[in-house]
């Protein structure tokens, strides 16, 4: 089955510091993996996803994430955290060779990043 | 439409009751999921829609919970005889096609409250 881990409740940072919160991840085959953003009363908001290819993945707002095979993980990073990512993220996975099934989602990380 | 579209944002409904949620899944987007989220909690998988095939409704907490789509149009998440422990957050997802490399795309949810 697949499961997806968040090891860190809550992440607190000073602006204009890196940020890193950490996912992990079981799958029984290849991942394609997800990074989500949940701002205070606002829905779900996609950042970045891993499928194929480079390891380091670019996406919204400045964000990057890894793809590290040997330890299974896909660790959300930023250069330089801003007071506005202060929101919720949500790590998700799902098998490469079993397209017919949902997303799954880990319990997420609350940033806070303080000024 | 330009998103996915739930209704209704808010529903308080009493115990014992039976309540109806809908989402309007992006325009041509095959693939459909729900998900619930507890205050404060990560989300929970319910049920995913995927064209014509059976649906997988391995998430579904309890048979008090149902749902059904017609097609590739709009779906409905039915509660029966609502408990309290259902008060969450019920979030849809669609994402564009078949293939586990798409994201989905979400609704601002509905907030449910059982009292």
């Known amino acids: 089955a697949q499961s997806v881990a968040q090891p860190e409740d809550q992440v607190n940072v000073a602006e204009g510091n890196p940020l890193t919160v950490k996912c992990t991840y079981s799958?029984?085959?290849?991942?394609?993996l997800f990074w989500y953003v949940q701002y205070p009363n606002r829905g779900l908001q996609f950042l970045l996803k891993?499928?194929?290819?480079?390891?380091l993945v670019k996406g919204s707002y400045g964000f990057e994430a890894e793809f590290n095979k040997s330890q299974t993980s896909f660790h959300l990073k930023k250069p330089s955290a801003l007071v506005s990512d202060s929101a919720l993220y949500f790590c998700a996975v799902r098998d490469i060779n079993q397209a017919g099934t949902a997303l799954i989602f880990g319990k997420g990380t609350t940033l806070s990043v303080s000024s | 439409g330009a998103g996915v579209s739930q209704s209704p944002s808010n529903k308080v409904t009493e115990k014992g009751k039976d309540v109806e949620l809908r989402c309007d899944p992006i325009s041509g987007h095959t693939a459909l999921y729900w998900y619930r989220q507890r205050l404060g909690q990560g989300l929970e998988f319910l049920i995913y829609f995927q064209g014509n095939s059976a649906p997988d409704k391995s998430g579904l907490p309890s048979d008090r919970f149902s749902a059904e789509r017609t097609g590739e149009s709009v779906s409905t998440l039915t509660i029966q005889r609502t408990q309290q422990e259902d008060s969450a957050v019920y979030l849809c997802a669609s994402s564009l096609r078949e293939g586990a490399n798409t994201e989905a795309f979400f609704g601002q949810g509905t907030r449910l409250t059982v009292v």
């Open positions: 891993y499928i194929t290819g480079d390891n």
């Open positions: 799958v029984s085959g290849n991942p394609y």
